[in-house]
């Protein structure tokens, strides 16, 4: 039986979360029967793990599952996964050892989009940067979340075109940080709140900005040392991307003519 790692993709609406939960569609669950329909070996000796817990609505470009297989060949295993996947994309493979745990990743990376209409980038910026190096989150996660003390990495701020575009860095995040760090900064960018609110929240007082919109977040990728993934051929989901593709060109064109 070997071990493989392999990064997904997803589009969070399709699911109510990546963890299991009893009588709702999710990512974990997914990807479970995703490989009992091509393994046909009982769920036990899969022993499927998740890297990052992703809300209902938030999305993936590079989260990360680890199963074991009764089929080692990576390339017909990845086309044999994208093949009776519906909503998953699975994008890139590794083997890794028994006692490889995904949880422990080195480096996790975020991003969330903002429309750029009325927001001052240069205040967003200012408080962006506050956010950087280690904190105690306390006011900016679910109130069981223990301990609240971590360290961002790093916090970047960029405009394009009509969008925002804010990237996180971190080893791990606290449950719904990112999206209330994100509320507090757009509500800066606004003129809602000053630099100083978000400063007075960091610090502990009892300041709130809310939560923002789970489907502008998308989890962009998990790294770790000494794991390389491989990308199979380029052609293994090219359809199912285009179908995809049409499809919100149709919504476009829709929109677009009311």
Not at 31 to 49: C, G, N, T, V
Not at 118 to 141: N, S, V, Y
Not at 215 to 223: E, G, K, W
Request: proline share 3%; with cysteine; charged share 30%.
């Amino acid at each position: 039986m070997m071990r493989f790692a392999v990064k997904v993709a997803y589009l969070g609406e399709h699911f109510s979360g990546s963890q299991a939960q009893p009588g709702l569609r999710t990512v974990e669950g997914d990807i479970l029967s995703d490989l009992q329909k091509i393994l046909r070996i009982p769920a036990d000796d899969i022993d499927l793990k998740i890297a990052s817990r992703t809300d209902r609505g938030v999305n993936s470009l590079g989260n990360v599952a680890v199963f074991g297989s009764s089929v080692d060949d990576q390339d017909i295993l990845m086309r044999a996964l994208n093949a009776v996947s519906k909503d998953i994309f699975y994008r890139s493979i590794a083997s890794v050892d028994d006692g490889f745990n995904p949880r422990f990743a080195d480096e996790r990376k975020y991003r969330y989009i903002l429309p750029s209409d009325g927001m001052d980038t240069a205040a967003m910026k200012e408080c962006a940067g506050m956010f950087a190096g280690e904190h105690d989150f306390m006011r900016f996660c679910k109130s069981e979340c223990k301990p609240t003390v971590l360290t961002l990495n790093s916090v970047d701020i960029r405009r394009e075109n009509d969008i925002i575009v804010i990237d996180f860095s971190a080893k791990y995040y606290l449950w719904n940080m990112i999206r209330r760090i994100v509320a507090a900064i757009a509500s800066v960018g606004r003129g809602d709140s000053e630099v100083s609110d978000a400063r007075d929240a960091l610090d502990g007082k009892n300041v709130t900005f809310g939560l923002a919109r789970p489907d502008a977040l998308t989890l962009l990728d998990v790294f770790y040392k000494g794991v390389d993934f491989a990308v199979p051929s380029a052609d293994m989901f090219d359809r199912r991307i285009g179908e995809w593709m049409f499809r919100d060109r149709l919504r476009s064109m829709f929109f677009a003519s009311l």
